[in-house]
Nanobody, 115 residues
Framework: QVQLVESGGGLVQPGGSLRLSCAAS????????MGWYRQAPGKQRESVAT???????NYADSVKGRLTISRDNVKNTVYLQMNSLKPEDTAVYYC?????????WGQGTQVTVSS
């Protein structure tokens, strides 16, 4: 069973940056399209970015130009570089497969954007 461990979140001021990481166990990661998701308080979990096994990204309109997804198939890790952060980016961020059936969710990493 694949396990996902997210890290890199924290408290940042509006306009600031963070880099999230998600480490996955298992060699299947290399052939799997991955995604970053977020869940804000009182809201449903939403997809913010996906990346194919070959590295082609896709983004939600709300984050285009500010967030960049990337992956390292040797390290079994997917990243999310977050720039120009806004208060509305505040959420718990998770990674998982880009399509169903998904793997068990990790614990996520909290991102809080506040002055």
């Amino acid at each position: 069973q694949v396990q996902l461990v997210e890290s890199g979140g924290g408290l940042v001021q509006p306009g600031g940056s963070l880099r999230l990481s998600c480490a996955a166990s298992g060699s299947i990661f290399r052939i799997t399209a991955m995604g970053w998701y977020r869940q804000a308080p009182g809201k449903q979990r939403e997809s913010v970015a996906t990346i194919t096994s070959g590295g082609l990204p896709n983004y939600a309109d709300s984050v285009k130009g500010r967030l960049t997804i990337s992956r390292d198939n040797v390290k079994n890790t997917v990243y999310l570089q977050m720039n120009s952060l806004k208060p509305e980016d505040t959420a718990v961020y998770y990674c998982n497969k880009a399509s169903y059936p998904i793997w068990p969710w990790g614990q996520g990493t909290q991102v809080t954007v506040s002055s």
